[in-house]
């Protein structure tokens, strides 16, 4: 069987699918190409991240593909449902990512706790004639232990974002309509072991006591933060969202922003991708990243390897 790794795929993963017999090509395909590739080379199975879509003129138009994976951390590009439907295979690696994202979220929160968003813009223009100006402006950083988190979605990206807030020391608030309770267990250098039970609760509970909030829930096909959930956060909050494009309303966002109700946003993915907003990209309070929650070498590698099991799992 052939798989097309279309966003690459780490030699690791290649070798363990060629060990079982499948023959695997790593190219990348334009997408006004794919169709064709694949017919052309008779391609049982496809995997991506972000950027190749998977839609469903080209899955009735490739009757040889069985199985669709996804190195994303969602399926937004993949109409999997159709694909279930018409017989495919859909697989993903959503726990592979977890570390990946759940730093990312760190990084934005660190970042705008301390202004480094802002500061790392200014200091290469200014820092040589306004060094204490610049000194005095970024000097009402806060710090984030003893903080509140509260998490929307308590999958696995979630929970690994509460292992790390709670090594931070920081309290950690959780909200999921499918997750009542996870235990985090957090292992330490010196092979130390500890776990934490973390119960979720309302989503208003969440609103009202967190000091940052931060959305991962990979399940909701709406906004989940709105104007009407800002209004009932604390005011000078922060919020990220390294989850998924559509969770967060950014007009509502950048109104909050304005208002002084939300104090700092980092954003890593965005309701108009790939042309965010420019209210958005010019925003002096607001983090941003391209939508590289779940690409680090790490990831990737742990990623290729999951996926490359579930298809010798599916397929031999």
């Known amino acids: 069987m052939k798989v097309l790794a279309n966003e690459g795929i780490s030699n690791k993963a290649k ?13 990348n395909v334009a997408q006004n190409q794919l169709e064709n590739y694949i017919n052309d ?8 991240g972000n950027n190749t879509q998977i839609r469903q003129e080209l899955i009735e138009d490739c009757p040889s593909l069985k ?44 970042g705008m706790a301390r202004f480094l968003h802002s500061s790392n813009r200014e200091m290469p223009l200014e820092g ?38 709670i090594g931070l020391g920081m309290n950690v608030l959780a909200t999921d309509l499918l997750v009542n309770e996870a235990t985090i ?82 954003l890593d993915v965005f309701e108009n991708e790939p042309n965010p907003e420019i209210q958005l990209l010019m925003n002096p309070e607001l983090s941003l990243t391209p939508n590289i929650g779940t690409t680090t070498i790490d990831a990737k590698n742990r990623v290729d390897i999951e996926l490359a099991n579930q298809i010798i799992q599916h397929l031999s």
């Open 128 to 165: 040589d004639s306004r060094f204490n100006d610049l000194k005095r402006a970024y000097a009402g950083g806060i710090e984030l232990r003893g903080k509140t988190i509260g998490i929307f979605g308590f999958d696995a990206i979630g929970q690994e974002v509460a292992r790390i807030a």
């Open 15 to 27: 070798e363990t699918l060629e060990k079982r017999g499948f023959e695997v090509i790593n190219v």
């Open 185 to 266: 267990a957090l292992d330490f250098f010196n092979g130390q072991k500890t776990s934490f039970t973390i119960e979720t609760v309302d989503k208003e509970t969440v609103l009202k006591e967190a000091n940052f909030i931060t959305l991962h829930d990979a399940n909701s096909d709406g906004y989940i933060i709105s104007d009407a959930e800002i209004e009932k956060m604390k005011d000078g909050v922060g919020i990220i969202n390294t989850g998924k494009a559509g969770l967060l309303n950014e007009i509502a966002l950048i109104k909050s922003i304005e208002s002084g109700k939300v104090k700092f946003a980092g």
């Open 41 to 48: 080379h008779n391609i049982d199975a496809i995997l991506v």
């Open 67 to 110: 199985l669709i994976g996804s190195g994303s951390i969602n399926d937004d590009n993949i109409d999997a449902d159709y694909a279930i439907d018409n017989g495919l295979q859909v697989i993903s690696a959503n726990k592979s990512v977890a570390i990946a994202v759940a730093e990312l979220t760190f990084a934005h929160l660190f």
